[in-house]
Every structure is written in C-alpha cells, then in structure tokens.
C-alpha cells in the first residue's frame, strides 16, 4: 500500500532520533576532527544534524511551503562556527547525514523508500547551496568587520595609543610580523588599491595593515629590512604622485613616528618636483624643517650641522665656505688661503660625517638648511 508524503513524513518523524545518532556517530569515525572540537561546538553540530533532518522532513511533508532552508538548518548554530569549521567541513558533514539518511531509507519505509529518496536528493542539493550561502555571508560580514578593526588599528597608532592595544588589535587581523616596521603614505588609488596592497606585500612576505583616511592610503608594513627594503615596491599600487615612506621603525608599537614622518613628508613633498617614488621622508628633512616639523628641524642639525661643527680641522668652515661661494674648490681654497687639495680632503670629510655630498645639488641644499638651522641654534659657536 502505497502511503500519503503526510504518512511517510510521520514515520521519518518517529525515526529523526535515532537518524541523527547515526549520523553524528558516522561522523565520529568518518571525520575525526569533529571528535577534536570544543564540547561546545560538538553539541551545535548535533543540534545542526538534528535541524537539517527535520527540515529535511518538513520540506518532504509539505513541500509547496518550504521555508528558507539556512534559517532552518544554521539559524540554531552561532555565526562564529563559520569561522571554526571550514566550508570544506561542513559540506562533508551534510553530505554525511544525507548518506545516513538514505541507508536506513529501505529499512524505515520499505516500499515508499524510493519517494522519500528522490526527495531528499533533491534536498541534499539545496542544503548544499545553502552551506554555501552562510559561508559567503559570514564571509562577507567578517571581512567588513576586519576592515573597520583594521582601519581602528592604524588610527589608534597614528594617535599614539597604548602599544600592547595596537598590538593585541593588530594580531586579532593576523598581523605576526616581527622586526622592522615602516609606514608608507601616499594618494588612494583605484577602487582595487587595497587588494592591490595586500597582493605585493604578501608576494613580498610582509605585514600588511592599511586604511583609507580622506584621500589617502596609509600603509603599515612588517619585516622589511634596515633601509626599509622591499617597501618601493608597493608605491605602484598608489594614485598618481608623491609616496612617501617613513624612518624604519623596530617594532609596531614605535611605528607611530614613522607614521609622522611619512605624513609630514606628503604635505611637503611638492618642495621637491623632482623627487623620486617613493621618496624617503628622511630625504624631504630640508622641506619638513622650512615647513614647521620641530622634528626635521631637530634630525638635520643633529645629523649634519653638530657633526660638522664637532669635527674640527675647520671642516665646518670649509663646508659653509664651499656652499656659500659658488661650489668652487680653487674659490673656497682662495678663501681660506689653503690649498685646493686641503678643500677636497675637508669637503670629503663632510661627506664622510653626514652623508650628503657638498658637490651633489641636492645634498648641498641639504647642507645648506642644516647648517642655516645650526647657526639658528647654536648661535656663532
């Protein structure tokens, strides 16, 4: 005798007990991962199987009103076991009940197996598809939260918060880079300029975080070298213009005056038409220090003028001299009244102590603001 979808779904109702214990027990010996989960995620799983075979039911009972079946089956389950168990792991979970379904299909129903087995393939589809769909919701809603966490992370450290803060923040977005850390600002970009971000750094093998603040990309990266080294690479990924890249910092927590040196370096950077990109903020120290920064000011007098003036051999002399009369070695040599050779050996040591060639343009406008902001605070000495 043939029996009513309403009769079979009856006889399936008596059996959903003992079907979801034979599916929970399938998985224990199939899948051994779910025998290592915390007890409490054990328990949503067996309320999932529970779930999804009594929608399974319903659906088979009455099937022109079947409800949404995510709501159904994942609506008991709390959003975080999305970030727990893979989509990989819950499809074979799924697919693992429906198998235990169907073998005890014969013994349960006998000749109106074949019925309730069409229509729980048909039901294993669309439980699949909506596997899928919770995946790609709480993907999408987790990916939304860690751009807010993110953007939170670099605004506290521009703001000089509390380091462990940052750092316990930055870890919660999968920041594990140790070591030197620089940050890099510069125009957005593209819609894309972000994903383009993370692309390089991670072919890089470096610490990726940043965010947007105006018209703006701020980028924190982890692990570069003591010169900043491979941080240029990501300027492509910028809008057209200055990038600039701050001092290389020891850790996240001391980022910030990398962070400030970038910034104060994009507000100048105009000063200098002919800067490279990514230009260094440390280069852009002449137009930092015209422009207000206490700290270019303070960074080129103690690197270039005290070194200078604390060497002796009147090499400081000789430097102002060079720098004040044209550039000429037999000029500053006349000056002085030494000779020519005396000039280049002073000059050399100048070079020697701060870095910056006097015969190279740029280096002698260096020269020239620092030596002017040492007079300034050192007086005549």
Not at 54 to 61: E, Q, V
Not at 90 to 112: K, Y
Not at 281 to 305: H, I, M, Q, S, Y
């Amino acid at each position: 005798m043939t029996r009513s979808r309403a009769q079979i779904a009856q006889r399936l109702t008596r059996s959903s007990g003992a079907l979801s214990t034979a599916a929970l027990s399938r998985m224990d010996t199939d899948m051994p991962w779910v025998a290592e989960l915390p007890a409490a995620d054990r328990s949503f799983i067996g309320l999932i199987v529970q779930a999804g075979i009594k929608s399974f039911i319903d659906w088979y009972r009455h099937p022109e009103e079947s409800a949404a079946i995510r709501a159904e089956v994942f609506g008991v389950a709390p959003r975080e076991m999305a970030g727990e168990i893979t989509l990989q792991q819950t499809v074979a979970m799924v697919r693992v009940s429906i198998i235990v379904v169907d073998e005890n299909l014969d013994q349960l129903l006998g000749e109106d197996a074949e019925s309730a087995r069409s229509a729980l393939n048909h039901y294993g589809r669309e439980l699949a598809f909506a596997t899928a769909e919770v995946y790609a919701r709480a993907a999408e809603q987790r990916g939304a939260w860690d751009a807010r966490l993110e953007a939170l992370v670099v605004d506290s450290l521009l703001r000089g918060e509390d380091d462990e803060t940052i750092s316990s923040r930055a870890s919660a977005l999968g920041w594990d880079s140790e070591g030197n850390v620089v940050v890099m600002t510069g125009s957005l970009g593209n819609g894309d300029t972000l994903q383009q971000v993370r692309r390089i750094a991670r072919e890089k093998s470096l610490g990726c975080l940043c965010a947007v603040q105006g018209d703006r990309l701020v980028v924190i990266l982890g692990g570069v070298d003591e010169v900043g080294r491979p941080a240029a690479a990501l300027a492509e990924a910028f809008a057209p213009g200055p990038v600039v890249v701050g001092p290389v910092t020891g850790s996240l927590g001391e980022a910030k005056a990398s962070a400030d040196a970038a910034h104060s370096g994009l507000r100048v950077a105009c000063g200098w038409p002919d800067a490279p990109r990514p230009v260094l903020a440390d280069d852009l120290l002449p137009e930092r220090a015209l422009a207000g920064d206490l700290t270019a000011r303070r960074t080129l007098v103690a690197r270039v003028f005290e070194p200078l003036a604390e060497a002796g051999g009147s090499v400081l002399e000789t430097a102002e001299a060079y720098l004040g009369g044209g550039s000429s070695i037999e000029g500053t040599a006349r000056t002085l009244f030494v000779h020519a050779n005396t000039v280049r050996y002073r000059l050399k040591r100048a070079a020697e102590l701060t870095s910056l060639e006097p015969t190279d343009p740029r280096d002698s406008y260096t020269l020239r603001i620092a030596l002017t902001l040492g007079r300034l605070d050192h007086g005549s000495l």
